[in-house]
């Protein structure tokens, strides 16, 4: 049967472009109705106008409380009542430890761990109220895994999906469905120049499209190609020196994959900074 989700109300925050872009068009295609938010409000307005179906434009900075407050509330005014708000706003600076400016750990929690906080402080009241609502956030393999080169990243992953573990136990019999999609390596531009490790290379479709899974039948951790989970989850079991052989197998070293390439040097300066024309 093909999949619809028509007439609910998608909220999508980063997605003027990859992860974000394609899950708004895969919703669209099936019939949602999508507000999509980004930091360049300029480039969201574009993205919705080359978007089939319903889609609106808005833009919003996830580290911004009014600026999330007025994304949600303006969805609801164009659209109705949020059913799904889709976290999907990251970024990532890769290198050594010791040479990551302070500038790109700041961001880097602003965004990816404070700005899911917030989204999920200020939409769930809302459904929780009403009965009913879903709260995808887009985190990554490295919520389980910590990758060389993406200490903090890693860092920030981890911290999402502990928060909305307790957050899920809160709002149990409540209605609001939590769910955390973690793939490995996708390819969008907050990965060039990285290494995938053991794993396929995933595109954005991967992903959208286990959102949408999600949506329909809901669970709350999804690991994206799923034999991740598993192999992290045997790996616990292991003696700490085994393991250490199986995970330098299997996880990338990304300070090796960067060293002497400029190909995230435009990215990274473009999103690690306090640029309002940067899309998250």
Sequence with gaps: MKRTHAGLVVAITGGAAGIGRETARQFA????????????????????????????????????ERSFHDFLATTEALLGPIDVLVNNAGVMWVGAFDTEPDTATTRMLAVNLHGVIRGVRLAAPAMRTRGRGHIVTIASAASRLSPPGEATYAATKHGVLGYLTGVREELRGSGVRLSVIMPGVVDTELAAGTATGAAKLLQPADVANAVLA?????????????????????????????????????????????????????YEKRVLRDDPESSQ
């Design 29 to 64: 295609l099936t019939g949602a109705r999508v507000c999509i938010g980004d930091l360049s409000g300029t480039a969201a307005r574009t993205a919705a106008a080359e978007l089939p179906g319903t889609v609106h434009g808005c833009e919003l900075d996830v580290t911004d």
């Design 214 to 266: 999600v949506v329909e039948r809901p669970r709350f951790e999804v690991s994206l190609p799923g034999y991740v989970s598993p192999l992290v989850h045997l790996a616990g079991l292991l003696p700490q020196w085994l393991r250490d052989i199986v995970l330098r197998r299997a996880v990338p070293n990304q300070v090796a994959a960067v060293s002497g390439s400029s190909k995230r040097s435009a």
